[in-house]
């Protein structure tokens, strides 16, 4: 069936990967994102500081409250101070305590409240470039990519960004400030005690992710030879008979006890990884914390820190912790987004349709003549399928296009509607080169009916009027009338304000090309293509459309991919095409005494159907 335009999908794109390809440039691609909201972004940085510092000061004035009923304690001995004087100690710290909790959430509401705002506006901002550069790409890239990966783009890796700038960037800045402010108020505490437990945290930092790889390997591994096994014994009963016949179970048996032994060997690491490793990980995050609380009460019992601090180190210790532990986890989910911001900005950084010229040629009125001269064309550079194809169509002719598939129709089709731009020579209508004019205007003189029907969900008369917003009931009717539709449509429901779509039962596949041609006429162009590949539409109803498209062609220029005997006689111009060009041309008559290839084809089954 003529599938104008988009024939071959090469579908190389290439597919989803969860790491950028060039790391680099994807930063810089994320960075510039970020910085159209310099303002904003500015504001979530000193916010997450503030929060930070607020953060780490909690602990501080819990160590505070602890010291100062500490120092009741060994001031008065317990149970020699009264409950006020426990109060009256303890209140300054627990305000602080309570400020600092407060301005800690509200800082980082501030901070969450205004991602959510710039991750939204972004994903709208990427939203609209991605639509704005899919209207100005050249049709040749929809060749190349399939639509799926469009929409996975537009929709899954846009998705991805802004949840990475709203979840990810914001766990990003409060764990790197966390780190930096409990670090240097660690270091401020104890040196030497905050070197060494900072060794320990890298340690197992980096020991968990080495693992983590390592027993997601195991896993991995421990699924692959499990499916090899099933495979393997499925083979063996479902084949069972044939190993029988050729004698072969004892080599059978054989590769079912090897792939089983892998099996167990691989099973035997990944539950090892479980149930030894992982507890032995989570003790390894565990020194760094143990390490201080020991070396903690020891200075505490040599006084030379006090409980207060202690306890203020110990959560410190965990504040710088918890979000190296975590890093590899926020890199990979950083990473993955930086792969949806390098996909998305392949897109819009694509290079645009060549723009149209600058005060393009109008045709008032068309007349209809179109000329190829010496045109060549390839859908790639180094490819050329088209070398220096010729011909006129006077106005009002009817020009048809035959040839077996792969001939290079459709491609015919898709450079006189400058679908593609041609490599060399001109195409001309009414003398004018199709280049010195808009491209929608030189779409607007072509009107298409293809065996792949499109109607839209709307009325009948929206459907029809697609071509001409314009146009009265009148001219819909009268178009109708000539495409003969107007008294099935009559019939409806609603008549023309009927809503029908493409998938909708109320209109037969039969009356929808019916339909299709009441568009053309309404939008009365002057040139005309046809698409005749048979289809399975009832005789009566084929009739029907054979005499509306021959109403629909009086007095325009039209080109069919003829497929009727009918149609290709009655053809003032028969161009013969073969492997992309035009091989013949003439009328029927011409062509036969020829014999060439028309007659060949014309004796052949192939135009006979
Ligand atoms: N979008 C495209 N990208 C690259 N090559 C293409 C593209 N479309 C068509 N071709 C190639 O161009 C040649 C001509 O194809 P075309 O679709 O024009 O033939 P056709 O005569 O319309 O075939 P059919 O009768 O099957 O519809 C073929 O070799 C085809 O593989």
């Given at each position: 069936?003529?599938?104008?335009?988009?024939?071959?999908?090469?579908?190389?794109?290439?597919?989803?990967?969860?790491?950028?390809?060039?790391?680099?440039?994807?930063?810089?691609?994320?960075?510039?994102?970020?910085?159209?909201?310099?303002?904003?972004?500015?504001?979530?940085?000193?916010?997450?500081?503030?929060?930070?510092?607020?953060?780490?000061?909690?602990?501080?004035?819990?160590?505070?409250?602890?010291?100062?009923?500490?120092?009741l304690?060994?001031d008065?001995?317990?149970?020699?101070?009264?409950f006020?004087?426990?109060?009256?100690?303890?209140?300054?710290?627990?305000?602080?305590?309570?400020?600092a909790?407060?301005?800690?959430?509200?800082?980082?509401?501030?901070?969450?409240?205004?991602?959510?705002?710039?991750?939204?506006?972004?994903?709208?901002?990427?939203?609209?470039?991605?639509?704005?550069?899919?209207?100005?790409?050249?049709l040749?890239?929809?060749?190349?990519?399939?639509?799926?990966?469009?929409?996975?783009?537009?929709?899954?890796?846009?998705e991805?960004?802004?949840?990475?700038?709203?979840?990810?960037?914001?766990?990003?800045?409060?764990?790197?400030?966390?780190?930096?402010?409990?670090?240097?108020v660690?270091?401020?505490?104890?040196?030497?005690?905050t070197?060494?437990?900072?060794?320990?945290?890298?340690?197992?930092?980096?020991?968990?992710?080495?693992?983590?790889?390592?027993?997601?390997?195991?896993?991995?591994?421990?699924?692959?030879?499990?499916?090899?096994?099933?495979?393997?014994?499925?083979?063996?009963?479902?084949?069972?008979?044939?190993?029988?016949?050729?004698?072969?179970?004892?080599?059978?048996?054989?590769?079912?006890?090897?792939?089983?032994?892998?099996?167990?060997?691989?099973h035997?690491?990944?539950?090892?990884?479980?149930?030894?490793?992982?507890?032995?990980?989570?003790?390894?995050?565990?020194i760094?914390?143990?390490?201080?609380?020991?070396?903690?009460?020891?200075?505490?019992?040599?006084?030379?820190?006090?409980?207060?601090?202690?306890?203020?180190?110990?959560?410190?210790?965990?504040?710088?912790?918890?979000?190296?532990?975590?890093?590899?986890?926020?890199?990979?989910?950083?990473?993955?987004?930086?792969?949806?911001?390098?996909?998305?900005?392949?897109?819009?950084?694509?290079?645009?349709?060549?723009?149209?010229?600058?005060?393009?040629?109008?045709?008032?009125?068309?007349?209809?003549?179109?000329?190829?001269?010496?045109?060549?064309?390839?859908?790639?550079?180094?490819?050329?399928?088209?070398?220096?194809?010729?011909f006129?169509?006077?106005?009002?002719?009817?020009?048809?296009i035959?040839?077996?598939?792969?001939?290079?129709?459709?491609?015919?089709?898709?450079?006189?509607?400058?679908?593609?731009?041609?490599?060399?020579?001109?195409?001309?209508?009414?003398?004018?080169?199709?280049?010195?004019?808009?491209?929608?205007?030189v779409?607007?003189?072509?009107?298409?009916?293809?065996?792949?029907?499109?109607?839209f969900?709307?009325?009948?008369?929206?459907?029809?009027?697609?071509?001409?917003?314009?146009?009265?009931?009148?001219?819909?009717?009268?178009?109708?009338?000539?495409?003969?539709?107007?008294?099935?449509i009559?019939?409806?429901?609603?008549g023309?304000?009927?809503?029908?779509?493409?998938?909708?039962?109320?209109?037969?596949?039969?009356?929808?090309?019916?339909?299709?041609?009441?568009?053309?006429?309404?939008?009365?162009?002057?040139?005309?293509?046809?698409?005749?590949?048979?289809?399975?539409?009832?005789?009566?109803?084929?009739?029907?459309?054979?005499?509306?498209?021959?109403?629909?062609?009086?007095?325009?220029?039209?080109?069919?991919?003829?497929?009727?005997?009918?149609?290709?006689?009655?053809?003032?111009?028969?161009?013969?095409?073969?492997?992309?060009?035009?091989?013949?041309?003439?009328?029927?008559?011409?062509?036969?005494?020829?014999?060439?290839?028309?007659?060949?084809?014309?004796?052949?089954?192939?135009?006979?159907?």
């Amino acid at each position: 069936m003529f599938n104008l335009r988009r024939k071959r999908n090469k579908l190389k794109n290439q597919t989803v990967t969860e790491k950028p390809q060039n790391i680099k440039h994807a930063l810089k691609l994320f960075i510039k994102l970020l910085m159209q909201r310099k303002k904003s972004i500015f504001t979530v940085i000193t916010m997450a500081i503030l929060g930070s510092v607020m953060y780490t000061a909690i602990p501080w004035f819990m160590g505070i409250a602890i010291d100062n009923v500490a120092k009741l304690i060994t001031d008065f001995g317990i149970g020699n101070f009264s409950f006020e004087q426990v109060i009256h100690v303890i209140t300054w710290p627990l305000i602080g305590l309570l400020i600092a909790s407060i301005l800690s959430f509200i800082f980082s509401f501030i901070q969450e409240r205004i991602m959510a705002v710039v991750s939204e506006d972004s994903g709208t901002y990427l939203r609209q470039l991605m639509t704005d550069k899919m209207d100005r790409l050249p049709l040749k890239f929809y060749d190349d990519i399939k639509v799926g990966e469009i929409l996975s783009r537009n929709s899954v890796d846009i998705e991805r960004i802004a949840e990475i700038l709203v979840v990810g960037f914001n766990q990003f800045l409060s764990s790197v400030f966390n780190i930096i402010i409990g670090l240097v108020v660690m270091i401020y505490i104890s040196p030497i005690l905050t070197l060494i437990v900072f060794v320990l945290i890298l340690i197992s930092s980096y020991t968990t992710m080495f693992i983590s790889k390592k027993s997601q390997k195991a896993f991995a591994e421990n699924f692959e030879t499990l499916g090899e096994f099933n495979s393997l014994v499925e083979e063996m009963v479902t084949g069972n008979t044939l190993v029988k016949v050729f004698n072969q179970q004892d080599e059978s048996i054989e590769r079912v006890k090897e792939s089983n032994r892998k099996q167990h060997d691989a099973h035997l690491k990944a539950m090892f990884m479980n149930y030894a490793i992982y507890p032995a990980v989570r003790f390894l995050n565990q020194i760094a914390f143990i390490v201080s609380a020991v070396v903690g009460a020891v200075f505490a019992i040599q006084r030379k820190m006090s409980v207060g601090v202690v306890q203020a180190y110990l959560q410190y210790v965990s504040q710088v912790s918890e979000p190296i532990t975590e890093a590899s986890f926020i890199i990979n989910s950083f990473q993955a987004s930086l792969a949806s911001i390098e996909r998305v900005y392949q897109i819009i950084d694509m290079k645009d349709e060549v723009s149209d010229i600058e005060n393009p040629i109008v045709i008032k009125k068309t007349k209809g003549q179109v000329e190829f001269k010496n045109v060549k064309f390839g859908y790639n550079q180094d490819e050329m399928i088209m070398n220096g194809v010729s011909f006129i169509a006077k106005p009002k002719q009817m020009i048809a296009i035959v040839g077996p598939t792969g001939a290079g129709k459709t491609t015919l089709i898709n450079l006189l509607m400058r679908f593609y731009e041609i490599n060399e020579g001109q195409i001309l209508i009414d003398g004018v080169d199709t280049k010195n004019m808009a491209r929608r205007d030189v779409r607007q003189m072509f009107g298409m009916v293809l065996q792949d029907t499109w109607l839209f969900e709307g009325s009948v008369k929206d459907n029809l009027s697609y071509g001409k917003k314009d146009a009265t009931l009148e001219e819909i009717k009268t178009a109708a009338t000539l495409a003969q539709s107007h008294h099935f449509i009559e019939m409806m429901p609603y008549g023309y304000d009927t809503i029908i779509s493409s998938d909708a039962s109320i209109v037969s596949q039969g009356q929808q090309q019916l339909l299709t041609i009441a568009r053309t006429a309404v939008a009365n162009p002057p040139i005309l293509i046809l698409d005749e590949a048979t289809s399975n539409i009832d005789t009566i109803t084929e009739k029907k459309i054979q005499e509306a498209l021959a109403e629909l062609m009086k007095d325009r220029t039209s080109f069919v991919i003829a497929h009727r005997l009918s149609t290709i006689r009655n053809a003032d111009l028969i161009l013969v095409m073969n492997k992309g060009n035009i091989v013949e041309s003439g009328n029927h008559d011409e062509l036969i005494t020829k014999n060439g290839m028309y007659a060949e084809l014309y004796n052949s089954q192939f135009m006979n159907n």
